[in-house]
């Protein structure tokens, strides 16, 4: 079954792919917003879908009518929605176990250096650091960003944003800009609303974790 992201049907025009791994096709919109098309289950983004793997086909996207039109000429209408704003928050692990699960994955240095900006609350400085297509730091800085807009904290997220929109690249710039008004992908959401960690560990090789440690550093430091 194909599952899409109501946000989706907010865009106009064309969005053309630009990249495209074993398992994702990424797509960028005229406003550089990017859509992504997912084969894994229950892995829809902020601004995309899950869909079989001949999605991955595909080279551009419009939305008509409420429907999906691939190439000019697939019209997708038969899908379920999903809805990428958080509701509730249920669960979170704590801070020091997530970190520690981190450091198992990391190189040394580049772990000490993130908990050492995270520790004195300097959100900026790394972003863009970090191994992954988005950037460990952004995923770190996407949980602190939902949790600020969900408990409607006083972080200055225009600013990161600011920094973030030369400091990193498309794809995590908008992970970072949909969190920060409270959207976020699948796997985030189960994490949050279902106590479903698997699905978020099993996103990325670190992302899932960045995540999480963001997440629980909001929790359990900054909030």
């Known amino acids: 079954m194909v599952e899409i992201a109501n946000t989706v049907f907010d865009k ?11 398992h994702t096709k990424y797509f960028i919109f005229n406003d550089d917003d ?13 601004l995309g879908m899950s869909a079989p793997s001949h999605f991955l086909d595909f080279s551009t996207l419009k939305i008509e009518n409420n429907y999906l039109v ?31 699960r981190l450091k198992d994955k ?5 772990y000490n250096k993130i908990i050492d900006y995270l520790r004195i609350s300097d959100f900026i400085t790394l972003i863009g650091f970090g191994p992954g297509l988005t950037p460990l730091f952004d995923d770190i800085l996407s949980g602190i960003l939902l949790l600020n807009y969900f408990y ?14 030369t400091k990193t690249n498309n794809l995590s710039y908008f992970q970072m800009k949909y ?13 949050l609303e279902n106590f479903d960690k698997a699905a978020l ?4 090789n670190t ?6 440690l963001g997440i629980s550093f909001f929790f359990d430091l900054e909030g």
């Open 106 to 110: 990391l190189d040394y240095r580049i």
């Open 207 to 212: 992302s899932g974790l960045g995540w999480m």
């Open 70 to 100: 691939f190439d000019d000429k697939f019209i997708l209408n038969d899908f379920i929605i999903y809805n990428p704003k958080i509701d509730k928050i249920n669960f979170h692990e704590s801070y020091d176990k997530i970190k520690n």
């Open 34 to 46: 990017i859509f992504t098309i997912s084969t894994y289950n229950n892995r829809v983004g902020a």
């Open 12 to 22: 106009k025009g064309y969005a053309k792919s630009f990249f495209k791994t074993k």
């Open 201 to 204: 560990l099993n996103m990325g």
């Open 152 to 165: 409607n904290k006083d972080l200055d997220y225009n600013a990161i944003l600011k920094a973030a929109k």
């Open 179 to 191: 969190a920060a008004n409270g959207y976020v992908p699948k796997p985030v959401k189960l994490y």
